[in-house]
């Protein structure tokens, strides 16, 4: 008979419990299609309260977790959701907080939650073949799996890499008293004079992952590693892209609760509904006139930068444009600042709303991505689904999911150079093409390009027998 892997997949955001971008859209569907695809696969994360009623929830049992010379309570959670397994880590000194990221002690906080990982692999009865961690909040447990479960020296690690733009960086000073490691082994955690929770995960895992194969190829650069491609080149052997895909059993036009009127490849006539509803919302003139989005972090890797200085250029066509995030406080002022000055033109609300932007998408006609990197980048995906073309820079994972409008299946519009000038023509074509009968084909090609999972499973699947 063949064996069924366990995974054990680690990480700190999971739709629909909480979330603060991408990672959490991945970790919400990207174990069930794995889980589809013949294995047995479980998820670990900590309790945040506030995303889920802890009544609703199994309890396993208490552990204690050292965190090093700390003794810690650790409660144990557990629900089963559509067939997969969720693992509650409990400790309300470290997760009852106000939000999951940006503590003071962060470091101390996620490396309770990396060596829990272990700890409860312990308790379990159920052993995993492979722990796959994500991001650097997860970073330590391939290190401490290293350093000190020599008993699991059969569980193979991923690593998955989301954005090397957040390294998991820290002083030195924390590195015996808070995270339990010997001086001895500061070399495989230690990059540039400090800590570098990710460089000790690219170095002690078995297999290292990121979000796209263009981005995999990217990262052996300094400049999109961020400093780390030395580091990733050394290990390129173990390194693969994986492109993330979307629930687009979730994500479809034609059953989506949150949008105006629902529609679909087959039958869009709900589209101009959505935009006329859209355009009421935001306060823009009904016409039909292009309406633009952008729906993003506000950072400056994601190109928020080159809409900046094309917009005086695009706002002299005849278009309508919705920006909707929230991020840097310069570019939050910068994009409400505008909307106050060219009002019935730009619609600018600084928030993070699932419900608002799925409305937004389905509300417009072309989204802007003009990202200087992105490991994946989903939005584009869930616009094409939504017949919202996206107008993007061919990086990443951007490239891996969009073709540009003058080749088959061309499902969007792609700038190669990081400059004004390429997006701005970008922007231009896409607008141009969008009053020709050529913009239903393209919208169509967006519509039914396949953004599933299925296809990506089946690779992780490979890689996890591979492992074993
Ligand atoms: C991060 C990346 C984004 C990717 C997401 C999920 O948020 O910035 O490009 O899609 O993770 O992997």
């Known amino acids: 008979m063949k064996k069924t892997v366990k995974v054990l997949f ?25 889980r589809n695809a013949g294995t047995d696969i479980r998820v670990i994360l900590p309790l945040f309260e506030y995303g889920i009623d802890k009544n609703t929830l199994k309890k396993e049992g208490v552990i204690n977790v050292p965190v090093s010379w700390r003794n810690q ?27 999951i990221y940006g503590q003071y002690d962060d470091g101390e906080r996620f490396a309770f939650f990396s060596r829990a990982i272990w700890e409860i692999v312990r308790f379990l009865d159920w052993k995993p073949d492979i722990v796959q961690c994500n991001d650097w909040q997860t970073a330590l447990a391939p290190v401490y799996h290293k350093l000190m479960y020599p008993e699991f020296n059969s ?53 290292l992952t990121t979000v796209s194969p263009t981005y995999a190829e990217q990262l052996k650069d300094d400049f999109y590693a961020m400093g780390l491609g ?34 679909g490849a087959d039958d869009t ?52 444009l919705v920006v909707l995030g929230k991020g840097d406080r310069y570019y939050e002022e910068y994009f409400s600042y505008m909307h106050q000055t060219s009002p019935g033109k730009i619609c600018t609300i600084v928030a ?21 990197s992105e490991p994946c980048g989903l939005s584009q995906m869930i616009a094409c689904r939504y017949g919202c073309v996206p107008v993007v820079r061919a990086t990443g994972g951007l490239k891996d999911s969009i073709k540009n409008y ?41 519509m039914t390009t396949d953004f599933g999972w299925r296809k990506s499973a089946r690779e992780y699947v ?7």
């Open 155 to 207: 569980i193979k690690d991923v690593f998955t890499i989301h954005n090397i733009e957040y390294q998991g960086k820290f002083d030195k000073a924390i590195l015996g008293d808070v995270f339990g490691i010997d001086e001895r082994d500061y070399s495989l955690l230690e990059f540039d004079g400090c800590i570098n929770l990710m460089k000790g995960a690219i170095e002690c895992c078995d297999m």
């Open 352 to 372: 993070f709303n699932k419900d608002l932007a799925q409305k937004v998408y389905a509300g417009s006609d072309i989204l802007l991505m003009p990202s200087k």
């Open 73 to 99: 309570y650790c409660g144990i959670f557990s629900l089963e959701r559509n067939g997969v397994v969720y693992y509650f880590v409990e400790n309300e000194y470290y997760f009852k907080r106000q939000s």
């Open 230 to 263: 030395n580091i990733i080149k050394k290990n390129e052997y173990k390194l693969k892209g994986i492109l993330n895909g979307i629930d687009d059993e979730l994500y479809d036009p034609r059953t989506d609760k949150a949008v105006f009127a629902s529609f």
């Open 10 to 34: 680690a990480a700190t955001e999971c739709n629909p419990f909480w979330a603060t971008g991408g990672l959490g859209d991945v970790v919400g569907s990207l174990p069930q299609a794995v």
């Open 406 to 446: 003058d080749v088959k299946g061309g499902n969007g519009f792609l700038f190669e150079k990081y400059s004004t000038e390429e997006f701005y023509n970008a922007v231009k074509t896409a607008v141009d093409i969008y009053h020709t009968p050529k913009w239903a084909e393209i919208r169509h090609n967006a």
């Open 269 to 320: 006539s709900g589209k101009a509904e959505n935009k006329r509803e859209l355009q009421k919302l935001l306060n823009l003139p009904v016409t039909d006139a292009p309406l633009i989005a952008v729906i993003s972090r506000l950072a400056a890797h994601k190109g928020i930068d080159l809409i900046k200085f094309a917009l005086g250029d695009i706002l002299k066509e005849d278009i309508q």
């Open 462 to 468: 490979k890689l996890y027998k591979s492992l074993i």
